[in-house]
């Protein structure tokens, strides 16, 4: 049985975890913009007699050790044993995917070239000839589409076989100085990789090259070579680019553009539009949130209807602890199931659909145009976007931003990032049970709550802002099998962890209702619903919440019965899906903030999100009761 490890590698939103979905079937998740994979991901598939393991590195332009994604995707490299790599090429772009895949033939890795978005290219007037770029490079080129499996049963072959392919040579060549320094540092390099390489790097200041020096004051008798180089980085960078820029224009030819370019032009004049681009956004965002208030409302009567119809029929005459408990689970179990699945689901599939369309990418365009009035970083709107879907990602994520003042910044702002569990809980207690502008009227507070604290904070650190590099993906057409995969590879964490939480929740519940406990928690916070003009019980599902959000509209049903609009007047169902809203959303994301910064920072963000949220509740429910 033979073993490979085979390195996947690319620019940000190139279509790796397309290929590597399509070469070990629903594993990973596939998105259309850049900040997905901060981590590398690991895959296992056995074709024929050999077991291979797929490991997807996060996007980059280059080797080098400047951002995060490159330190990580460097260390695959070459600080691990790899058999070959897979280089995937834009075809849409192919100078500068080239780039990357000249600097990895210089470490004589096996390559294998990958051309995908060929169909994209076309539709520009780009004709590349795979033949003349396999002579050029002298690595295999495959043309592929993953979405269809175009070209991966000729990947896979080569693959099985990349020990038996000669390796690759590719020298490019440099200035006479350059070279000369080049050599010289060669006399003094230790380690398993190529001596050339890895004198480049350290001529390009890559530290973590360094160490393969014998005598590192030999650098300073080689940069006394190179004086007439003032920019020696710039310059192997300018000519390995001139290098990428020669092949592409050689296997390149330009031909008729498709009708739909022009069509493409005119949605982006409208979408990145300074004006129009905010508008239709915010526009976008409505009408996203409207499809999951009414068709989800839709969905969540019927799931009601449906277990209230089950619990019925169980007809629990027996009135023992047991029966007790055992109910309080199943209603707990129900409820949460009727009110967060519709919204999780749907949020995701709505997710879906925006990225692979390739509308995501300018929405987050127009919103940094946002962000920078509070001097936000620009990449910071990348975890923002995460958390949507969940917190705890969404803080790993934050480690895209240079600095750790940056990262804390942004992870605090989460607080008022509502996840798809808290969208869940406003559309699902809030939507449900006090209509759509109620529903939308918790959002606004979100944002008005957020803004405040941004603003308080950027007036505070003084951060400097970087901007937003973003690769806007062409239109594309919908899979709605991936689509589905996405979402339920999303989904997959409610499933298995959630919904047995909710069971748990209500049994918890009924546990303490038994033995009489609820007052000994209800008591001591009472001055918390008091202050948020809120019944005393409703404590209980506001700290149910922190363990897990999606266990505070099952707890709340619980504790109040079904029917929430006869127990708590609208004004206090708007109260308590803001107050549950704003804040680190639960433990689960404690716990990636304590990772991230440490114990004090994250118990500092998650205590004063919480009691800055109470405070700004209670406050606004002042002010609306007056009028």
């Known amino acids: 049985m033979k073993n490979l490890k ?23 998740t596939v998105s259309n913009y850049p900040g997905t994979t901060v981590e590398i991901t690991k895959a296992k598939k056995k074709i024929n007699n050999t077991k291979i393991e797929f490991v997807d590195t996060p996007g980059i332009y280059s080797i080098s050790d400047r951002s995060e994604e490159e330190k990580v995707t460097e260390k695959a490299l070459f600080n691990g044993e790899l058999d070959a790599a897979i280089v995937i090429a834009d075809a849409t772009s192919l100078e500068r995917s080239l780039y990357v895949v000249l600097q990895i033939l210089e470490s004589h890795i096996p390559v294998v070239l990958v051309l995908n978005f060929i169909e994209d290219a076309e539709k520009k007037g780009i004709e590349i000839d795979c033949g003349k ?48 320094g080049i050599n010289k540092l060669s006399n003094y390099i230790k380690g398993r990789l190529p001596k050339r390489f ?31 180089h003032s920019k020696l980085a710039e310059d192997i960078a300018i000519t390995r680019f001139g290098t990428a820029s020669f092949i592409a224009q050689k296997v390149t030819q330009m031909c008729s553009l498709k009708k739909e370019k022009k069509s493409h032009d005119g949605i982006d004049n409208i979408l990145l539009h300074k004006t129009f681009g905010l508008l239709a956004t915010g526009l976008f965002f409505i009408v996203i949130f409207g499809i999951l208030l009414y068709l989800g409302n839709f969905i969540q009567t019927v799931f009601m209807n449906t277990t209230e119809n089950l619990l019925s029929s169980f007809g629990m005459t027996d009135h ?11 209603t707990g179990l129900a409820a949460g199931i009727s009110i967060a699945l519709p919204y999780v689901f749907l949020f995701y599939l709505l997710l879906g659909l925006l990225e692979d ?35 705890a990602p969404a803080t790993r994520a934050t480690r895209i931003l240079s600095s750790k003042k940056e990262q804390v910044y942004t992870a605090s702002l989460l607080a008022f990032v509502p996840c798809s569990s808290r969208i869940a809980l406003i559309m699902g207690i809030v939507g449900y049970y006090g209509g759509i502008i109620m529903a939308f009227s918790v959002f606004a507070t979100l944002f008005v709550a957020g803004l405040i604290w941004a603003l308080g904070i950027a007036k505070i650190t003084h951060l400097e802002r970087e901007p937003l590099l973003l690769e806007l993906p062409p239109y594309r057409k919908p899979f709605v099998k991936n689509i589905l995969a ?52 409703t404590i209980v599902p506001l700290v149910f919440g ?17 029917d929430i609009s006869a127990a708590l007047a609208p004004l206090q169902i708007y109260t308590f899906g803001t107050a549950a809203a704003i804040g680190i959303p639960c433990i689960i994301s404690l716990g990636m903030l304590i990772r991230e910064f440490g114990s004090k920072k994250a118990l500092f963000i998650t205590a004063a999100s919480i009691i800055y949220g109470i405070l700004f509740t209670g406050v606004i429910w002042r002010v609306i009761s007056i009028f």
């Open 320 to 330: 023992s602890i047991v029966s007790l408990i055992l109910m309080s689970g199943l």
């Open 6 to 28: 085979i390195l996947l590698i690319g620019q940000p939103n190139v279509g790796k975890s397309s290929l590597l979905n399509a070469l070990v079937g629903q594993r990973v």
């Open 198 to 228: 890895i004198a480049l790097r350290i001529l390009e200041e890559d530290k973590h090259f360094y160490k393969y020096l014998k005598k590192q004051r030999i650098l300073e008798d080689v940069k006394k070579i190179l004086k007439v």
């Open 546 to 562: 922190f363990l897990q959000k999606d266990l505070t509209g099952a707890m709340l049903i619980t504790v109040l019965g079904s």
């Open 133 to 180: 770029l396999d002579k050029y490079l002298n690595v295999p080129v495959v043309a592929i589409n993953p979405l269809i499996k175009k070209g991966i049963n000729q990947l896979v072959n080569l693959i099985v076989k990349i020990k038996e392919i000669p390796r690759q040579s590719f020298l490019i060549e440099y200035d006479n100085h350059i070279e000369k």
């Open 486 to 537: 996405k979402s339920w590879l999303r989904m997959k964490d409610f499933v298995y962890i959630v919904v047995p939480l909710l069971a748990l929740g209500g049994i918890a519940y009924g546990i303490l209702e038994v033995v009489g406990l609820t007052s000994i928690i209800v008591k001591p916070l009472s001055p918390i619903t008091s202050w948020l003009g809120l019944p005393s019980e």
């Open 357 to 391: 369309v390739g509308i995501l990418s300018r929405f987050i365009v127009n919103a940094e145009r946002f962000l920078k009035k509070i001097r936000l970083p620009g990449k910071s709107f990348i975890p923002l976007l995460l958390g949507l879907g969940c917190t």
